[in-house]
């Protein structure tokens, strides 16, 4: 994950606050304010509807790498499984109670990132594109200028959990994970 050269670049604040909650979860109570510190961001109360600058998020995930020793992609793909729960609490109206795994990787684009779009025209979701080559496998391309691929790969796996499929979802990252274009294979061994 590269740094954001652009501070015109901001990013929902439901972003930062589900990061908090990661950091929180898996490394303690306490460390937030310590990644805060160390990363040298202005804002230290991220709210759920505000906007954030982007560079931030690349700056406390910088911080949050050095004090776990995890590589940035692997801790921003621990944290896209993380927020899995929160994000499918969040936005429950845009998809069907009996979707799993493969309808809601089918269908995210369309109904959840289109709507999220509509409702708050500050957001940029990545743009998906999911084709379908067979009812066993899932192409995923992903798009975003944030480069955060580490996250929507979490995410997928992420969903895969939630509905208890994980062990039936294989997920592979086809494309370098800091490219702003990457694919990202599903396959569904039923």
């Known amino acids: ?65 050095e004090f776990s020793g995890d590589s940035v992609y692997d801790l921003m793909e621990q944290y896209g499984e993380f927020m899995v729960p929160d994000l499918l609490q969040m936005y429950k109206k845009y998809f069907l109670p009996e979707w799993r795994t493969y309808e809601m990787l089918l269908y995210t684009e369309e109904k959840m990132h289109k709507a999220v779009r509509m409702e708050d025209g500050r957001t940029a979701p990545p743009r998906l594109t999911v084709t379908k080559q067979d009812k066993n496998r899932l192409v995923i391309d992903y798009y975003s200028k944030r480069r955060l691929s580490g996250v929507a790969v979490g995410i997928i796996r992420g969903i895969a959990r939630y509905y208890h499929e994980e062990d039936k979802v294989t997920v592979t990252r086809l494309s370098k994970p800091e490219a702003e274009q990457v694919q990202i294979l599903v396959d569904f061994n039923w």
Request: hydrophobic share 40%; charged share 15%.
């Open 1 to 65: 994950m590269e740094k954001q050269s652009s501070a015109q670049d901001f990013m929902h604040g439901s972003i930062f606050v589900l990061l908090h909650r990661f950091v929180e979860h898996t490394y303690g109570t306490g460390i937030w304010e310590k990644v805060l510190a160390g990363a040298g961001v202005e804002n230290t109360g991220y709210q759920l509807h505000e906007m954030y600058p982007t560079d931030d998020l690349f700056a406390l995930a910088h911080q949050i790498s």
